[in-house]
Structure formats: structure tokens, C-alpha cells
């Protein structure tokens, strides 16, 4: 599972992105999911651009990744 989001400041693109993920994180273990069931994948924070024609890209603001990956067993929890 990926979550993104996008603002104009860093600092709030990955605050935001992180309440995002906490919440993620509460719902997996009302479901269930162990945390030793539940790993980082990727974390990442980079510069967005416009590329209007003609002209030189525009930095939009910033956008904080962070992707995990979960152990579910047995198979049926996933339809829960």
C-alpha cells in the first residue's frame, strides 16, 4: 500500500503524509495485523515540477511517499 501526498511546504507534505500512515497503521491492527506483519517498503520526499511548454519547470511543492507491505494470513482476512 502507497501513500502520497503533495503541498507546497515539505514540512506539511510529510506531516500530513504521516497522520495518513498512523491512521493506515490503527486500521491494520483493528484488523488484526501484527506489526511484525508490517514493513517498510520505500520512504521517499521529493520536489514536484510543472513543465509548462516553452519555459522553465516550475517547482509545484513536494511530495512525501512512504510504502508498506503486509503480511495477511490466512488469505480470507484480505476481504474483510
Do not use: C
Amino acid at each position: 500500500v502507497t501513500v502520497q501526498t503533495e503541498d507546497k511546504d515539505l514540512k506539511v507534505a510529510k506531516q500530513k503524509n504521516d497522520e495518513k500512515v498512523t491512521k493506515l497503521l490503527g486500521l491494520a491492527k483493528e484488523k488484526g495485523i501484527a506489526t511484525e506483519d508490517i514493513q517498510t517498503a520505500y520512504t521517499n520526499i521529493e520536489p514536484v515540477y510543472d513543465y509548462p511548454p516553452n519555459v522553465k519547470p516550475v517547482k509545484r511543492g513536494y511530495r512525501a511517499t512512504v510504502s508498506l507491505s503486509f503480511k495477511i494470513s490466512p488469505i480470507d482476512k484480505v476481504t474483510d
